[in-house]
Each structure stands twice: as C-alpha cells, then as structure tokens.
C-alpha cells in the first residue's frame, strides 16, 4: 500500500529554532506538494516540484522558508528561525504528471508543528 | 487563477438524511475539480474528481457530486448520511498545466443520530 510518509508527526520548538520536516512521495510520483493548514486560513499551497525542481514557491516566505529534494525519494521543509506564526499542520502530496494527463494528488498525514 | 467557495463552514444533518456540501469555483482555465475528505487528525484522502467527460461523477463511500459550467459549481451530495461520514470536506481546482490546487475553507460535516 503506497503512501506518503512525513516525519516528524508532531514538533514542539521554541521561538528561533530550525526545523525541518521531512516527506517521501510515493514512489515513482514526479511531483511534490507542500501545503500548510492553520485554522485561519486554510490549505495554503508553500511551494512544488516536479521532477525535483523547484516550480513554485511563491506562496512562501522567502526570508525563513525553504524547500528542497535533495533526491527523488525525500523533500524537506526547513524553518529558521521559526516564528510562533507559523504553529501549522504541515502537509507533503506527490502526484504523478504524465505526458500531461493530471492524476491526483496523495496526501500525507501530516506534521504538526507548534512554535512556542 | 482560481478560487473556490464553500457555502456553509458547518453542516449538520441526521443519519440517514440527505448530505449536500455546496462548492462554487472560479477558474480562468477549464478545471479540474476534487472532494476531499478530512478526518481529525488525519490528511486529505480523495473523494471524488472531475476532469473531462462525464459531469456526474462518483466516489468513494456512495458520495458523488455533479459539474455544472453554466453555474460554476461542483456540489457533492450523499443520498443517506451515515456517522462515519463526519468529518471536514474540502472543494479543491486545479486548472492549466501547473496542477495546483487551489482549496475551499471547508466544511465540517457532523452527522447526529
């Protein structure tokens, strides 16, 4: 059963500390969403790959956010310095787009980060 | 760019009852469209799309929902609400070459007995 992993579930840091989420697409997926969800504003797409590279990271803050794949098989999403604004669930989706058929996008359980 | 509305942050309905969630979409490109479900403390599972061809389509769990152009919407309904159907359900487009999806604020779905 294919699905997408996200370590760690749940993080609890102090205000100026790094953190950084982890997420394996299933394999074989060439696209890698991260979304954040907060109860005020929703799902919020941070940024995507396709292929590894970096296609969009408009919807994040530039200036302590930043998203990599160092490989196929994982993407990160590092903080620093973490801020209590950004206390979210943090979600990884892979997709597979091939040959511009869109098939969907699966989700991960999630990372629960709490900035104190 | 796309948005998409969700009339209705809570609903509520009896077991057994009808379940219709309302979404409206904007999109400037012909969509894609998608239902998910949320369950607490979990991520976002697929309920349903849509992409090209038929406009009723089906899901999981008895849920199915029906593209309507002319009205810009993608409502999903349930013909008999069961208590494992509560949860927070998320209208999501998607539209153009670039695959994101653009979601819906939710709607909480709380089925009573």
């Known amino acids: 059963d294919a699905r997408v992993t996200q370590t760690p579930r749940h993080k609890v840091t102090e205000m100026g500390q790094e953190v950084t989420m982890r997420c394996q697409p299933i394999?074989?997926?060439?696209?890698v969403f991260w979304y954040r969800q907060t109860m005020m504003q929703g799902l919020e797409l941070l940024a995507y790959?396709?292929?590894?590279?970096?296609?969009?990271d408009s919807g994040m803050p530039k200036d302590r956010f930043s998203a990599e794949m160092p490989d196929a098989t994982l993407a990160t999403l590092k903080i620093q310095p973490s801020e209590p604004r950004d206390s979210a669930v943090y979600f990884c989706?892979?997709?597979?787009?091939?040959?511009?058929?869109?098939?969907?996008?699966?989700f991960g359980p999630g990372t629960r980060l709490t900035v104190l | 760019a796309q948005s998409v509305t969700q009339l209705g942050s809570h609903v509520s309905v009896s077991e057994g009852a009808l379940v219709l969630l309302r979404c409206n979409y904007s999109?400037?490109?012909?969509?894609?469209l998608f239902w998910y479900v949320q369950y607490p403390n979990q991520g976002l599972q697929l309920l349903l799309k849509?992409?090209?061809?038929?406009?009723l389509v089906k899901g999981i769990n008895g849920f199915e929902a029906e593209f309507k152009k002319s009205e810009t919407s993608f409502h999903l309904t349930k013909p008999s609400a069961h208590m494992s159907d509560a949860a927070e359900y998320f209208c999501?487009?998607?539209?153009?070459?670039?695959?994101?999806?653009?979601f819906g604020k939710g709607t909480l779905l709380t089925v009573n007995p």
């Open positions: 849509y992409t090209t061809g038929a406009t």
């Open positions: 790959f396709r292929n590894r590279a970096p296609l969009d």
């Open positions: 394999l074989g997926h060439n696209t």
């Open positions: 999501a487009v998607s539209g153009g070459s670039n695959y994101k999806l653009t």
């Open positions: 989706a892979s997709g597979l787009v091939d040959g511009g058929r869109y098939n969907e996008q699966f």
């Open positions: 999109s400037s490109v012909p969509p894609y």
